[in-house]
C-alpha cells in the first residue's frame, strides 16, 4: 500500500511575494444602496467637501452627490492600502505624517 500523505505548501509558498497589484476599488456610484452609516464631520469639513462637490460640477461638469463623493473617495483610499500597504496614504495620514 502506498502513502496517503499530502503535501502541504510551506510557509515559503503561503507567504511568497506577489507581483500582480490587486485592481482598483469601484465605487458602487448610484445604485440605491443597502446599507447606511452615520460618520460625523466637522462645519470645516463639510464646507470643503460641498466646495468640492460645487467645483467639480462648475469646473469639470461632474454632477454628482456628497454620498458619491464619500463612497468615491473610500473606494480610492481602499486600492491605495491594498497597493502600498505601509506606505498608503491611509496609514501615513493615520500615523500623524503628511
Not at 57 to 68: L, T
Amino acid at each position: 500500500m502506498g502513502s496517503r500523505r499530502v503535501r502541504l505548501p510551506g510557509a515559503d509558498e503561503i507567504f511568497r511575494p506577489t507581483t500582480a497589484a490587486p485592481p482598483p476599488r469601484r465605487p458602487t456610484g448610484r445604485q440605491r444602496h443597502d446599507s447606511k452609516i452615520t460618520v460625523y464631520i466637522s462645519s470645516d469639513e463639510l464646507l470643503a467637501l460641498e466646495q468640492l462637490r460645487l467645483k467639480l460640477r462648475g469646473e469639470h461638469g461632474v454632477p454628482v452627490d456628497r454620498g458619491r463623493l464619500v463612497r468615491e473617495a473610500v473606494a480610492a483610499m481602499i486600492s491605495d492600502f491594498d497597493a502600498r500597504g505601509e506606505q498608503s496614504t491611509l496609514v501615513r495620514r493615520l500615523n500623524g505624517e503628511p
